[in-house]
């Protein structure tokens, strides 16, 4: 079990099972939203329990039809990733209490990040999306 909360703790939820990837996004709502990049837990939705605050948490779309929704704390602020789209939860792993056990095997959507900032580590890249089995 890997848990996780906001900043003023209004928010709490709780992972099970184990996460299929950690790692490094840098969409251009994912840099806006935590800054050159956001670290993402990603897994099966049906793992995700929101355990505390369901009603504290706000969703922001920055464009129509856009495929995930950005969730914060209202009262903190605290970026919660996507959470629970479709099959798939997009947790930030800023907002974990607990050592999700797993850690960063690539980067994805390294086509949009800022021409300043240089990768400098091994992962895999992607410039979009990863193939689903990555």
């Known amino acids: 079990m890997i848990k996780g909360s906001c900043l003023c703790g209004k928010v709490a939820f709780e ?14 709502r994912c ?19 929101i355990t505390q605050g369901q ?10 039809g856009a495929k995930f929704e950005r ?3 209202k ?14 939860y997009v947790v930030a792993v800023s907002a974990l209490d607990d050592d999700p056990k797993i850690r960063p ?4 959507h390294t086509a949009s990040k800022p021409d300043w900032y240089e990768i400098v580590d091994d992962l895999k890249k992607f410039e979009g999306d990863p193939a689903p089995d990555t």
């Open 15 to 28: 992972i099970s099972g184990e996460p299929s990837s950690l790692s490094y996004c840098h969409c251009s």
């Open 31 to 49: 840099r806006k939203a935590a800054g050159i990049f956001s670290a993402v837990l990603i897994g099966k939705a049906a793992d995700l329990k």
């Open 55 to 64: 009603d504290a948490i706000s969703k922001f779309s920055p464009e129509s």
């Open 71 to 73: 969730c914060f704390c």
């Open 75 to 88: 009262e903190c602020g605290t970026s919660l990733g996507d959470m629970a789209t479709g099959d798939i």
């Open 105 to 108: 095997t690539f980067h994805m």
